[in-house]
């Protein structure tokens, strides 16, 4: 079954510091990786797409991971802010029907 | 901003009542998904329309249904409303069926 799984399912730290956020996915046949960013209430919004060949991509404070051989990819925020607070989703596109399939997401909140 | 926009904002229904959500989709864009995202979820996919044609279906039950109009603008209709279908409903449009999609700000529906 495609399935996206993320971890944690929230996460509270102090601004400034670094965190990492981990997806595991089973989807197949894989054919990209998106990571959203979505404020509460409001539309996703793309951070970085990643392909099967790609493994590392950066988008200013945001570096995104991708291991296609153990399926996990991971989004890595350094020196967070407190505007950096939100849910970050990821999602696979693949499967048979070349569809999104979308994580649960991970609830970051940043604390002063 | 995406350029993507949604109507209205805020909705309160009772059980029981139809509702119809829109959204406009970004200049040059003729496709448009239509998700439904719980409280604390990530988005689940409803369906997709291609040049005014649906071009893929989640697994909602057929009192969800959809329009897409010649400008590739796009309704989503709900049917004989249900407590769980209080959501924020999601439009995002893209160049083509399998492009980066670009969200709208949602939709808050409430149905008591």
């Known amino acids: 079954k495609n399935q996206v799984e993320q971890s944690p399912q929230s996460l509270i730290i102090l601004e400034g510091k670094n965190c990492t956020l981990q997806c595991n996915y089973t989807v197949s046949p894989f054919s990209n990786l998106r990571w959203y960013k979505q404020d509460t209430g409001r539309g996703p919004v793309s951070l970085t797409i990643?392909?099967?060949s790609e493994n590392t991509k950066s988008n200013g404070r945001y570096t995104a991971t991708l291991d296609a051989d153990t399926k996990q990819s991971s989004l890595h925020i350094t020196a967070s802010q407190l505007s950096d607070s939100a849910s970050y989703i990821c999602?696979?596109?693949?499967?048979?029907?070349?569809?999104?399939?979308w994580g649960a997401g991970t609830k970051l909140i940043i604390k002063p | 901003e995406t350029g993507v926009t949604q109507s209205p904002t805020h909705l309160i229904k009772t059980r029981g009542q139809q509702v119809t959500l829109r959204c406009s989709s970004q200049s040059g864009h003729n496709t448009v998904s239509w998700y439904q995202q719980a409280l604390g979820q990530g988005p689940q996919f409803i369906f997709q329309y291609y040049r005014e044609e649906e071009n893929g279906r989640g697994n909602f039950p057929p009192r969800f249904s959809g329009l897409q109009f010649p400008n590739y603008s796009s309704e989503l209709n709900v049917n004989a409303l249900e407590l769980d279908d209080s959501a924020l409903y999601l439009c995002?449009?893209?160049?083509?069926?399998?492009?980066?999609?670009?969200f709208g700000p949602g939709t808050r529906l409430t149905v008591l």
């Open positions: 995002a449009s893209s160049l083509g069926r399998g492009d980066e999609q670009f």
């Open positions: 999602v696979v596109r693949g499967g048979s029907n070349y569809q999104l399939i």
């Open positions: 990643m392909t099967f």
